[in-house]
């Protein structure tokens, strides 16, 4: 803390700022450019803004209140080399002062500070358009005891002038968008004299930024050129050996970032991650655990905070070439080359597994992921990664995304670990050999002549799940995997196995629950079953920047669980917050849940659940299962304050099903008629009601 006594000046500049840790700065713009490349520009941005406080401010006292990291020191050697001798001067001088900003609410920590200090310019570091001449002014509003405020172009502020304390922070709702607009009315309240600055700049929060504001340049110059990414599981005897290769073999190590993203590892790998990050500290390394159903869930979530030009998916078990980067810049650097591969060699020599590895290299037409794919990362990004398979995502990737003729081989051969070869004493044998190559052809050919999903084939390797099953649903050019429970009914597995039903389901559905989206608002799934809506409308709105809550409600505890493990497969893709409530809805005068084996779960209406304050339910999903005229008589006060867009969705294919479950669609209807809705029916068996005064 500092000592406002001890400062050599009345007035403090107060710079707001977090030390540059790759993923826990800048996220929104990391989520185009990658984590470490948005930590570079965001410690760009920093150096600059104090670069302009220590040498064109004159008169003020400097404060840095950062977070992040544990110690000053630590911090400062965030900042550009060339701006340490100054910053050294200045807190020599007692001008420039770094405290360590409490674990406290955004509004408490500037609240606190500004009590503290009385007369105070507060400022952040994202703002690459601040000048001396905006902050001077501050400075004089200030020393004429005048209040001033300089707001962003998206309706928050960069920079407060206090000339004396008056709380203006902690009764702000920050998650609004007119966060400036309610400060300023505070501050003409509690201030003779409060001002608007000219001055309105962007905040750097997206990409968009930074091209609107012509620094599309800080990209490419602060990001690294290669990221390695290294799906693992249970990898503690291969993944050392495997990083420490990349950094050895590569012709220049010091602009590759290496990101190993675990499945859930039960043995010491990441242990030995972390030995190989204290062995090799010049190195860049992340480390992620996430839940995953096979490679494809974490080589996407590596995908989604990399940084570097270009991207390299390697196994754990996977040695690479003598300048192995230097060979896939010089391929890749051809833009018709959209994906380059290695050679595929065995670490035995047994003559089997050459015999594998010869087919594999003459005979195969297309790759595997064994042989590591190295492509461009904006050009990957573009077409959503890898579809989330359980298996086969390598061979996806040819036949659906990636034309076999712009891939091309780089002449050097991979040494990959033959393990899955071997026999249960670790033995190669050719009986072992052959049984998984045959395997291997068994699983193809179910894929190329039966066309049965990759969720039905893996049970050929890993069996199946009693817990379970998996659910395959494309859906804007893209496969997704669920978990899920099938109903003890053939035609309904058939439809499913097939993806029939479900595709057309999530197709014909989620465009319209996305139609009535706004932003800032709130949308609510009740029966959201295993979670798929909720997930895929979720990822949907990330894609089109539109900040939608959601909260979904699901009664049957089965589903519940499956529901927050589906939606910890897809936080890669998710942006926004998805709450799941294992809470059935109804009618506040009859909890009648007629599927419900919990009898001690939790009921409610709608209209009884605490909805977060100043957001706006948009729109609301029912399952039609034969109660959702319950549920709607206690949701009424809901939608007379929100207007909520309402979709009573039939979720099974079959027409008997629907009647057996006898929906009272004609009292629904004249319900809804009652509260000004008007009610029509948009696809098969599901309707969509909407009030007269939208």
């Known amino acids: 803390m500092v000592e406002k006594e001890n400062l050599p000046y009345p007035v403090s500049i107060v710079l707001f700022t977090r030390y540059p840790d790759p993923g826990k700065v800048k996220t929104r713009l990391a989520w185009d450019i990658g984590d470490r490349t948005a930590a570079n520009i965001h410690g760009v941005f920093m150096s600059k803004m104090l670069m302009i406080l220590l040498r064109e401010i004159n008169g003020v006292n400097i404060i840095v209140n950062y977070t992040g990291i544990d110690y000053q020191t630590e911090m400062i050697q965030g900042f550009d080399p060339a701006l340490v001798l100054d910053i050294k001067q200045g807190i020599n001088s007692g001008v420039l002062s770094f405290i360590k900003q409490p674990s406290t609410s955004f509004g408490e920590r500037i609240n606190a500070i500004a009590q503290q200090l009385k007369e105070v310019i507060i400022i952040g570091a994202d703002i690459p358009g601040i000048t001396a001449d905006i902050l001077s002014q501050a400075i004089e509003c200030v020393k004429r005891k005048e209040a001033a405020i300089a707001l962003t172009k998206d309706n928050g502020y960069y920079l407060i002038a206090l000339p004396s304390y008056s709380d203006v922070f902690t009764s702000i ?12 009315t505070l501050m003409k309240k509690n201030y003779n004299s409060a001002s608007i600055l000219n001055q309105s700049l962007v905040d750097v929060d997206e990409i968009s930024d930074l091209k609107s504001l012509g620094l599309s340049n800080l990209i490419e110059e602060n990001q690294p050129i290669i990221s390695v990414i290294i ?84 196994h754990a078990d996977t040695l690479l070439p003598s300048e192995w980067d230097h060979k896939l810049i010089s391929i890749l650097s051809h833009k018709n080359i959209k994906l380059a591969y290695f050679d595929l060699q065995f670490n035995s020599d047994h003559l089997a597994l050459k015999w594998v590895a010869w087919t594999v290299n003459y005979i195969r037409r297309s790759p595997y992921g064994d042989q590591v794919f190295c492509v461009r990362r904006d050009y990957f990004k573009e077409i959503g990664g890898f579809d989330y398979l359980s298996l086969l995502e390598d061979v996806t990737l040819f036949e659906n995304k990636i034309n076999y003729k712009q891939c091309q081989n780089i002449s050097h051969a991979i040494i990959t670990n033959a393990r899955k070869y071997s026999n249960k004493n670790g033995e190669y044998t050719c009986l072992s050999i052959f049984k998984n190559v045959g395997k291997n052809w068994l699983i193809m050919a179910g894929k190329k002549i039966l066309k049965l999903p990759a969720c039905q084939l893996r049970k050929i390797h890993h069996g199946s799940q009693n817990e379970y099953q998996l659910l395959e649903i494309p859906f804007q050019d893209k496969i997704y995997t669920f978990k899920y429970h099938f109903p003890n009914n053939i035609l309904h597995k058939f439809l499913i196995w097939k993806k029939i039903y479900y595709q057309q389901s999530m197709d014909e559905l989620i465009p319209v629950i996305f139609k009535y989206c706004q932003g800032d608002d709130i949308f609510i799934d009740v029966g959201a079953k295993v979670g798929m809506v909720s997930c895929l409308l979720s990822i949907m709105l990330t894609k089109n920047r539109i900040k939608t809550d959601i909260i979904s409600f699901e009664p049957d505890y089965s589903h519940y669980q499956l529901f927050k493990d589906n939606y910890k497969f897809y936080l890669g893709e998710i942006r926004n917050k998805i709450t799941i409530e294992n809470i059935y809805i109804s009618n506040p005068k009859s909890y009648y849940y007629p599927d419900l084996k919990e009898k001690s779960l939790k009921s409610m209406a709608l209209d009884e659940y605490e909805f ?12 039609l299962e034969g109660n959702e005229l319950g549920i709607l008589k206690g949701m009424v006060k809901t939608i007379k304050q929100h207007q909520p867009v309402l979709i009573f969705h039939n979720s099974t294919p079959f027409i008997t099903h629907f009647l057996d479950k006898k929906h009272d669609m004609n009292n629904i209807i004249e319900k809804l008629n009652d509260l000004n809705y008007q009610v029509t029916r948009f696809s098969g068996l599901s309707f969509i009601a909407v009030s007269d005064n939208i």
Do not use: W
């Open 231 to 314: 799906p693992t599981l249970n990898e503690v005897n291969s993944i050392y050996d495997t990083l420490a290769n990349i950094v050895k073999q590569a012709e220049t190590s010091n602009n590759i970032e290496i990101l190993v993203v675990d499945g859930g590892s039960n043995d010491n790998t990441l242990e030995r991650v972390e030995e190989f990050t204290n062995d090799y500290p010049n190195i860049s390394i992340q480390s992620f655990t996430i839940s995953s159903l096979g490679r494809a869930f974490q080589m996407n979530v590596g995908l989604r905070h990399s940084s570097g030009k270009y991207l390299v998916f390697c």
């Open 612 to 623: 977060p304050n100043n957001k706006k339910i948009s729109l609301i999903k029912i399952n």
């Open 173 to 184: 709702n920050y998650s609004l968008g007119n966060v400036g607009q309610q400060t300023y």
